[in-house]
């Protein structure tokens, strides 16, 4: 009987541990559009659009090279080559916002009355609201055809942005760059 109580206890922690794992390794959603009428196969080189080059009193940040980086290795890795003279115009933009999420659980009192006549009875459960506040972030890149103007191809990626997010900001552009990558069209080389 001690064995298989010890057996279940062990059970029940080792799932608690993974719950708690996993629900720290949570990956942005990423949705992509694509126009079905492109021939991805046509285009060969690519640059990134004018307008996303800091000019003037503007400064380069880390995040912006981190991004840049990642996609010149994803488009390098489908084939493609970066000239000035591109086929294809990249352009990329990222928005962080604060946000709340609020939600209801009902709650119960431990809290057991007795009446004479009536018996025992608990407190009604209750609905409490729980807020929570927390930053969303959002990465979208863009492949548009430069004789056209026409947009190709859109990724977004969408996540809760946390300290250890910046801590890891070079890894973690990297690894949502690669995702998004992967639903580029097969098409494309």
């Not at 629900?23 to 690519?46: E, G, H």
């Not at 880390?62 to 990249?90: C, H, P, V």
């Amino acid at each position: 009987m001690v064995a298989k109580v010890t057996s279940t206890c062990k059970t029940v922690v080792l799932l608690v541990c993974m719950s708690i794992l996993f629900a720290c390794t949570s990956s942005p959603k990423i949705r992509s559009l694509v126009d079905d009428t492109a021939q991805f196969d046509s285009y060969q080189t690519y640059a990134f659009h004018p307008n996303i080059t800091p000019t003037g009193s503007d400064y380069d940040s880390l995040s912006f090279r981190y991004i840049k980086l990642a996609i010149e290795n994803e488009m390098r890795e489908k084939g493609f080559t970066q000239t000035q003279d591109a086929e294809l115009w990249i352009n990329f933009t990222v928005f962080v916002k604060d946000k709340l999420e609020v939600d209801s659980a009902p709650s119960m009192s431990l809290y057991y009355r007795f009446r004479r006549g009536y018996g025992v009875w608990g407190d009604y459960p209750m609905m409490q609201e729980r807020i929570r506040q927390y930053t969303e972030g959002s990465l979208n890149i863009d492949l548009i055809d430069q004789k056209t103007n026409l947009l190709l191809w859109e990724s977004v990626a969408i996540g809760k942005v946390s300290n250890s997010t910046y801590d890891n900001l070079e890894f973690k552009i990297n690894e949502t760059v690669k995702l998004m990558f992967e639903k580029l069209p097969n098409g494309s080389r």
